[in-house]
């Protein structure tokens, strides 16, 4: 099982859809990330969160310490969402950032 | 500030021979982090610097692979008669300890490694 575990793993949705993407760790952490990657590579981070809530246009993440599990929401999908999203924790003991496997998204006009 | 950058952005390379990719993180930052990311996979930790000090390093960094940050800025990961399986893009990323931006990580745009 790993450590950092997401859901779904591809998700299409209509543009204009509300869209969640969840995430689910195992470990301690001292923070959990919210990262976008787009085709060809590069990874703009979204989110840092270690408790509550964030919010940022049209981006929202959610983080619940106790239960272990974080979610993405995107308001009014559009095309230019589609990317993979991926959640990351950031370890306590360690500084490493553990991945899960991401979810492709895929918004359709 | 440019953010993270990675030279070079495409390599490739014929089994047996020696790579190396180099990483300049923000200025500020004292942390640096190298992973690896196959196609469908997320980023798998290799090894992370503070300062120029390389404080861990994965299973997955074999004898072949290393990695050094000689005064604390820039950073290399080198490997060494590479293997068909060590075709996968190699990610930096920077973050500073503390500070204003706490914790937030920077990545670079990757280094796509080709063997051939």
């Known amino acids: 099982k790993n450590e950092v575990e997401q859901s779904p793993q591809n998700l299409t949705a209509q543009e204009g859809e509300f869209i969640t993407i969840n995430c689910s760790y195992s470990v301690g952490i001292s923070a959990l990330h919210w990262l976008q990657q787009h085709p060809g590579g590069g990874i703009v981070s979204l989110f840092m969160?270690?408790?509550g809530k964030k919010k940022h246009g049209r981006l929202i993440a959610t983080i619940n310490i106790q239960e272990k599990h974080s979610s993405l929401h995107i308001t009014a999908s559009h095309p230019r969402d589609s990317a993979v999203y991926i959640c990351?924790?950031?370890?306590?003991?360690?500084?490493?950032?553990?991945f899960g496997t991401g979810t492709l998204l895929a918004v359709q006009p | 500030d440019t953010g993270v950058s990675q030279d070079p952005r495409h390599k490739i390379t014929k089994r047996g021979q020696n790579v190396t990719f180099r990483c300049d993180p923000i200025s500020e930052h004292n942390r640096l982090y190298w992973y690896r990311q196959t196609l469908g996979q997320g980023p798998e930790f290799l090894t992370y610097f503070q300062n120029e000090a390389q404080l861990e390093k994965s299973r997955l960094l074999s004898d072949r692979f290393s990695a050094e940050r000689p005064k604390g800025s820039f950073s290399t990961l080198e490997i060494q008669r590479t293997e068909q399986g060590d075709s996968a893009m190699y990610l930096c990323?920077?973050?500073?300890?503390?500070?204003?931006?706490?914790?937030?990580?920077?990545f670079g745009e990757g280094s796509w490694l080709t063997v051939v």
């Open positions: 990351a924790a950031h370890g306590g003991a360690t500084n490493k950032l553990i």
């Open positions: 990323a920077s973050n500073r300890r503390g500070g204003l931006s706490g914790n937030t990580i920077y």
């Open positions: 969160l270690s408790s």
